[in-house]
Structure formats: C-alpha cells, structure tokens
C-alpha cells in the first residue's frame, strides 16, 4: 500500500482505473477457526465465504454491499498431493481456501455515482496465506482491478 500523507500511514490504494482509495479498516481471522475436527470440503468453504460476506455486510463501518474477491481453492494443505489418504478414506475431495480471511472497508473521496455525495465507499472480503500487514501481493492486485464504480457505494457526511 502506499503511503497517505493525509492519514499519516499506510493505507492508500491507487486501481487500476487511476481512483484512490483508502483502507479505513481490517477485519482478519483464521478461515478455519473453529473447525475442530475433519478436513474442508466446498461445501463448507462456500459457507465460510458466504459468513465472510455476512460479517463485511453487518460489522464495517459502511454499509455497501460487500465484494468478494474469489479466492483460490485447493485439493491440498501444505503441497499437492498431501490430502490424497483423505479421498480415498471418505470418498470425498478436499478443498483448502487460503488460510486467512480478511474484510477490508475501503473508501474514496470521490462518489461513484451522484457527484452530489461526498464519496463512495465499498467493502471488500478476501482470503490470503498469511496475516496482514501487508496484503498479499496476489490480492492487492485484484483489489486493484475492482471496478469501483459498479460496486461502491456512495454517501454523504
């Protein structure tokens, strides 16, 4: 991210499309935190990104809509080939998402939209291998292709 002289920090994005944006919060936890026992299939995974969703729409400071970034799934933990004994013990076929989920809630001081409002804001979910600071290099780069205009929200102070 680059540096925001206004925010003393940290936390600026510029797209793709030439908008700036700010990350004006971070939610992040484990994505599997709380699954004691068993292995991750797709179904779950799908759960796990739709609570994601759920999480980003109710406890953001925003209220838009959020996005996901898709993220990418696996058939392995550590290397590929290590879940094998598991498909042939339960018939069924693993799935790994990365092993962090994080919500992000993004600003910009442009609207989307009305050029009446202030700005425009936006919720993003992602996952990544790792806990953030920084965001990982795959996901900054998909943050920075989102198209802003079809997906944030606008508001007034």
Known sequence: MEYDNAYHLHCAITLHSGRSIILEELLQKQTYAG??????FA????????????????????????????????????EPGDMEHFRSY?????????????????????P????????????????QN????????????KIKSIDWESSATDYEF
């Open 112 to 127: 989307a939209h009305n050029y009446n409002m202030d700005g425009s804001h936006l919720v993003v979910v992602w996952f």
């Open 43 to 78: 179904s779950l995974n799908d759960q796990r990104m739709k609570w994601a969703l759920e999480t980003g729409r109710t406890k953001c400071i925003n209220e838009s809509e959020p996005l996901l970034i898709a993220p990418d799934r696996r058939d392995y933990l550590r």
């Open 90 to 110: 339960n018939g069924g076929r693993p799935e790994w998402l990365p092993m962090v989920q994080c919500i992000g809630g993004f600003k910009s001081i442009s």
């Open 35 to 40: 699954l004691l026992e068993g292995i991750p």
């Open 130 to 141: 790792e806990f953030a600071p920084p965001i990982s290099n795959g996901a900054l780069e």
